[in-house]
């Protein structure tokens, strides 16, 4: 009488072959009711392997029945040993399932053992293993039985069963974490505002604005925005269940060259985390699941509607507005429903970033995007072209106290930097949540004497000179912090910040990075060159204009030599150009070409007056910042006194924000050498006698005027440039930029 499988298992059976052995049950089952045709001839049979010592055996089975021992005259398997019985056991078909193999004892004289127990019968499945006498037995005999099971086979019966206890554990794991989060009562909290001190820690960049908050009761009450919102936001928020598959993989992709460029946060989640603060505000993947859970919760619990007005009655829009009917009544001085289209449309468009991008201050990028929400508003339909076109032909007329409230902004170019320096660190989620205090290092006296001495050089000295416009940038040469930044004549008239955004040609400025790797390879500042015109690559440059003959490095970096530069860099090579100035702090691409040795790259006047922060430095350069730190304004133990508000970043002194990246006597040296520059070079416009050292440029036609300087005992470093938004030429050279800079340097002390 064949024996109860479970006779021959031990109770330390694992349970995925229990399971396995149910499921093979069941299938077998099923496939013993079920007609199935015969199988083809390349269709998998199943098979024994057999192990004797170091041979292994195959044998496919494609009878009903094999009887297995040592003799051959009486067995089908043949297996050598003395361990085997001459008749040992035999395999064959299960009358009752012929799908089933079973092997079956003879009365062995060493048995058959499965899980290391005797057993007389057992019922074979796919990978099972037996042995021919006690599994201890160094002779011991081994058969693996192979049912020759098709893939979709293999899929069907295992793919089903991990995927099915994946996802329950899956789910076991999110309810443990859905568990940990409470989103019911809907919190009444609305943050405050984000705000912005200068290096003394008192003086605000932009005043404090004390308006009573509104919430509507009701979708209709806030008229266009809503259609506008999930346009522009998230277009699939009536569909999703509060995370977006779609729009994960989609900002996956977009941001797959390491660029973040679109995010993946529904509304649902952008709410989750604004109004609960378990939830977190570090810009991390723990904070994101944390999200994700809180806004799957927030849409079991509450209907879409409910949610969607939430988030328009709660959402920052710059300063202290929170909520849409808050920002219409700043921004246009009317109530939501009756904005708009174009109106509508500018206050989602703001959403991203509403203290750099609202209309007051960057008039030309909020009209960008506000066209931008109009397309997306009729490409879903939920607008007419004619609408659409009405809506894009129309101009944002902004309320006086609005203007009013943002003409009160210190230091405005400064003040637009802060918010895009703040997404570069948070990321854009974060920073459009608001309600965080920054720390700068603003000097409100520097800046305002920045915005003066520009001011004026352009008015008395730009028009016979033919240029209208300037940048100044001034940075601590120890710590990297931004001190003063003007981008611009006025920021009334134009929200372009020229020190950031604008990329210029530095011109002579660049040779420094060509002296630098010729010290580092080791070549003396006292080395001859010669001033003769010089032929590389194909193109022809002129002789020393200058000098003649021959002259050493000290005197050509001071006399602006670009026949001299050009065989420095043949010497050190272009490549080792090209890296120096990418360690020292430029990050703007350049190619390594001759002309890039005379300033033929692009740069902007942030980053290039950075890359001379080593000179004045013993060799290490800061990263140039205007935020030192960043406080949570919802975590404080002291409402009263913000330094007690958690730190969410802060200003790495130790890590890659601020490095040694040239030999300290190599910026020794060319300390000296700029030095020489203004004693007896090019910069002599600047002099000051305060052991001054810089850099002037000129590029072609006179279209950028530079000049960076700095002063070691101040440890104050400039960079300014005059020229013209349209690249005309200017009637003038580097000398303008280095009067100037002698101006403001010398008010400054």
Known sequence: MMENKSNGHNSNDSLMTTVSRTVSDIWNTVQS???IPPLKSNRPVPSLYIRCGQSHYCYPLLGDRYVIGRSSKNCDIVIRSPIVSQIHCVVERDEKNPRQFVIRDLNSTNGVYYGGKRCDCISLYHNDVVTLGPPELAEGIEIRFDKGLSWWVYLLRYGVFTTGFGLLLGLGFISWEWSKYQVYPIPDHVGGQTVVYANDGKTLLAPRIDSPHRELESLSEFGWIPKALIASEDSRFYWHFGVDPIGIVRAFLVNREGEIRQGASTITQQLARSIYPAV????SFA???????????????YSKDTILKTYLNRVYLGFNLYGFEDAAHFYFNKPAKELTINEAATLVAILPAPNAYNPVQNYDAAISLRNRVISRMLSLGMISKEEAAEARRSRIEISPQAREAFSQVIAPYYY????????????????KEGDFIIETGLNPKIQKLAEESLREHLATNGKQNNFSQGAMVTLNSKTGEIVAMVGGKDFQESQFNR??????????????FAYTAALEKGIPPTKVYSCAPLRWRGFLYRACERVGGAVNMEIALAQSE??????????VGLDAVVATAHKMGIQSPLQAVPGLVLGQSEVNVLEITGAYTPFANNGIWSRPHAIKVIRDGRDCEDFQNYKTCRVVYQFNENGDEQKQVIKPQIAQTMHRMLQKVITSGTGGAARLGYDEAGKTGTTNKGVDLWFIGYLPKNNLITGIWLGNDDNKPTH???KQAAILWGKFMKKTL
């Open 280 to 283: 977190g505000r570090e810009n």
């Open 33 to 35: 009711r079920v007609y």
């Open 732 to 734: 003038s050279s580097s």
């Open 416 to 431: 637009s930097h802060v918010f895009r320096e703040m997404r570069q660190l948070l990321g854009e989620d974060l920073t």
């Open 287 to 301: 904070r994101k699941w944390r999200e994700m859970m809180v806004a799957l919760k927030l849409e079991a619990l």
């Open 562 to 571: 670009n026949a001299v530069a050009l065989r420095v860099a043949q010497d």
């Open 499 to 512: 020190a950031t955004q604008a990329q210029r040609q530095p011109g002579s400025t660049f040779k420094v």
